[in-house]
Each structure stands twice: as C-alpha cells, then as structure tokens.
C-alpha cells in the first residue's frame, strides 16, 4: 500500500541534461497534487553545471553576485546630453 501525501513542500536535487551534452544541477522545490497525481514544480535553483565529458560539477554565478553588479552598473550610469556645472 502506498504512503499518503503529506502535502508539505519537499525540496530535491535533480540532473537535467541539455542538448549540448551538459549536465544541469538543479535544486527544486515541488509538491505532490493528490488530485493530478503528480509532482508540481514550485521552484527550481540552478547550483552547478557539469560539462560534456567531465566528471566534476562547476559552480555556476549565484544570484547575490548578478544583483551585485546589476547595482554597480547602476550606479555609474550617466544619462547624456545633461550638462551640470
């Protein structure tokens, strides 16, 4: 006999492999639909990337980082044509 659902949110770490031959590391958040009797997907995190023909996971940008740089960029903007004294 089956287990029954027990409706919290679990979190897995899946492969998912690209047409390129890579390999996706992915960190997903899912929860089981009794009704549609299958996993929902309510989140997913890309945490590495393993390369065609490698064995070892490369660390992929965090988000923290892409933020980062997306306010330094911000920062220096200037718009054009404004002359200030």
Known sequence: M?????????????NVTQKNGDIYVMERQVLYDPVKKYNKILSSRLISKI????????????????????????????PRGSMSA
């Open 2 to 14: 089956p287990a029954k659902p027990s409706g919290e949110v679990k979190t897995q770490v899946v």
């Open 51 to 78: 390369p065609k023909g490698e064995k070892t996971p490369v660390p992929t940008r965090s988000n923290g980082q892409r933020e980062r740089n997306l306010h330094q960029s911000r920062e220096s903007y200037r």
